[in-house]
Structures are given as structure tokens and as C-alpha cells.
């Protein structure tokens, strides 16, 4: 059974960073693996802001969070890492990680973790 569990979040006043990490409790064995960042804000539907795949070493990013927010694994991909730059307060929501073992990107993920919040202040 995989488990995905978030850490790093927490409050942050704009302008500030933050890196949310995904740890991962086995490894990935395999060359098709895509994991992805969510993030959903209260009264608000869940976002996808980021995703990383082997296929082509692609990783895409929502328009809200380009240039800001950068996605990175550790070299066994057990860890999934999310760096926050200039945090603005609608960046605020609980922030999950997703992946599945597939190649490109998908719509729909395997496994998820429990969130953790992010918090930004003006």
C-alpha cells in the first residue's frame, strides 16, 4: 500500500517561500511515474498547480503558480518536492501531492496524501 505523506506547510507572509515535500513510502520501480501538486482553498474547487512525468521529463505547471512555483524529486523519487517563491495570500488552501504509475500526465491519480495547509498573510 502506498502512502503520500505532505510536510512544510505553514504560515508565510507574502513575498515569502516556502518548499512543501512529498515523501513517498516505497520507491518508484518503474519508468512510467507522474505525481502531481493540488491545492484547494476553502468555497474554492481543487486545483491542479503542478505535475512531473518521466515521460520526456515533462513538468507543467498552472498559469497561477508559473514562474513562482518549481517541482523537483529526489533522485530515487521517494521525495516530491514543491518550492514556493513570492507566496501571495490567494496562494492559501491545503496543498496535496498525487502520482500514479503512468507515463504522461493524467487526469486521475492512484494515490493521494492528506494535504497540508498553507497559510500566506499580506
Known amino acids: 500500500q502506498v502512502q503520500l505523506v505532505e510536510s512544510g506547510g505553514g504560515s508565510a507572509q507574502a513575498g515569502e517561500s516556502l518548499t512543501l515535500s512529498c515523501a513517498r513510502s516505497t520507491p518508484v520501480t518503474v519508468d512510467r511515474y507522474a505525481v502531481a501538486w493540488f491545492r484547494q482553498a476553502p468555497g474554492k474547487e481543487r486545483e491542479r498547480i503542478s505535475c512531473?512525468?518521466?515521460?520526456?521529463?515533462?513538468?507543467r505547471y498552472a498559469d497561477s503558480v508559473t514562474g513562482r512555483f518549481t517541482t523537483f524529486t529526489d533522485s530515487a523519487k521517494m521525495t516530491v518536492y514543491l518550492r514556493m517563491d513570492n507566496l501571495q495570500p490567494d496562494d492559501t488552501a491545503v496543498y496535496y501531492c498525487?502520482?500514479?504509475?503512468?507515463?504522461?500526465?493524467?487526469?486521475?491519480?492512484?494515490?493521494w496524501g492528506q494535504g497540508t495547509q498553507v497559510t500566506v498573510s499580506s
Open positions: 498525487a502520482d500514479r504509475h503512468i507515463r504522461y500526465c493524467p487526469s486521475e491519480f492512484d494515490h
Open positions: 512531473l512525468s518521466t515521460g520526456g521529463g515533462r513538468k
